[in-house]
């Protein structure tokens, strides 16, 4: 597992795979994907493939990806903001 992989590249995959396409990429079909699903592929590269660190998890609330070793609850699925405890 790469743990050098950044929040802010988790984000940026996160965009992409929602349709957001780097400027430096070409493509006329980009992926679509909800929020939601986007993560879901995250989460098969963090579990399975182990390619993305296990610590990214997106907030069940607002959707902000965010870093458990560092802010929010891996429990709860909740980041700073939103937490209610």
Avoid: N
Avoid at 30 to 51: C, D, K, N, T, W
Avoid at 57 to 85: A, F, M, N, P, V
């Amino acid at each position: 597992m790469d743990e050098s992989i950044t929040q802010e590249q988790v984000e940026q995959f996160y965009e992409f795979l929602q349709g957001e396409v780097p400027e430096k990429l070409d493509m006329k079909r980009p992926p679509h994907l909800s929020g939601p699903m986007a993560f879901r592929i995250i989460y098969y590269l963090q579990e399975v493939m182990h390619v993305i660190p296990d610590r990214y998890e997106r907030c069940i609330t607002c959707g902000y990806i965010y870093d458990t070793q560092s802010e929010g609850s891996s429990k709860t699925l909740h980041c700073d903001d939103c937490r209610r405890d």
